[in-house]
Nanobody, 125 residues
């Protein structure tokens, strides 16, 4: 059974930092792009970023570019999201996800088959 588990969320003041982790189990995702998404109350789930299996290709949404960094440790089957210079508008539930097939690069939530339960990030002003 595939399982993605996010951790590291919390409450932080504007300008602060948080590091989210996403641990995968049940299968190896070392050949998969892994994505991060977020969903604020009453809004759609938005793409945050994605990282290739080797870490050599990383793509970010414009809203987080220069502030967020995605990395991965395939030996630990874990993906990370380092968030710096956080803003109140970054407040959301953050999800990690994997596409249905390996090697697929996509920013569309509907093309991701595996999702974590999410972790809440709240940025106070």
């Amino acid at each position: 059974q595939v399982q993605l588990v996010e951790s590291g969320g919390g409450l932080v003041q504007a300008g602060g930092s948080l590091r989210l982790s996403c641990a995968a189990s049940g299968r190896t995702f070392s050949s998969y792009y892994m994505g991060w998404f977020r969903q604020a109350p009453g809004k759609e789930r938005d793409f945050v970023g994605t990282i290739s299996w080797s870490g050599s290709r990383i793509y970010y949404a414009d809203s987080v570019k220069g502030r967020f960094t995605i990395s991965r440790d395939n030996a630990k089957n874990t993906v990370y999201l380092q968030m710096n210079s956080l803003k109140p508008e970054d407040t959301a539930v953050y999800y990690c996800a994997a596409p249905k097939y390996s090697g697929v690069f996509t920013t569309t939530p509907g093309q991701y088959a595996y999702w974590g339960q999410g972790t809440q990030v709240t940025v106070s002003s």
